[in-house]
Nanobody, 122 residues
């Protein structure tokens, strides 16, 4: 299994970025995917999850209305569109694969990407 994030960048407050996570080595269609972030000096924070069939999307309260998660099964890729970015969104963003296929979101992951840095600063 490989998860490779991309889309790192420096953006001004109020700006947008789109992160991508290209997956391989498993049947992508069968698993939910999540984004988790870690700000400097802080612990891991769950950001968003999309269900295995794309029918359900879930967000941490502070991301609702600003972030959108999506899943392209044809490209084996999960995306995180981030709008109205704030300095407190600065973090390393990781994508993670659900540990159980066809499951409701449980925030249990068995594989993680290497992370991609997002910096929001003027």
């Amino acid at each position: 299994v490989q998860l490779v994030e991309s889309g790192a960048g420096l953006v001004q407050p109020g700006g947008s970025l789109r992160l991508s996570c290209a997956a391989s080595g498993f049947t992508f269609d069968d698993y939910g995917m999540s984004w988790v972030r870690q700000a400097p000096g802080k612990g891991l924070e769950w950001v968003s999850t999309i269900s295995w069939n794309g029918g359900g999307t879930y967000y941490a309260e502070s991301m609702k209305g600003r972030f959108t998660i999506s899943k392209d099964n044809a490209k084996n890729t999960v995306y995180l569109q981030m709008n109205s970015l704030k300095p407190e969104d600065t973090a390393v963003y990781y994508c993670a694969k659900d540990s159980v296929a066809y499951s409701d979101p449980m925030n249990e992951y068995d594989y993680w990407g290497q992370g991609t840095q997002v910096t929001v600063s003027s």
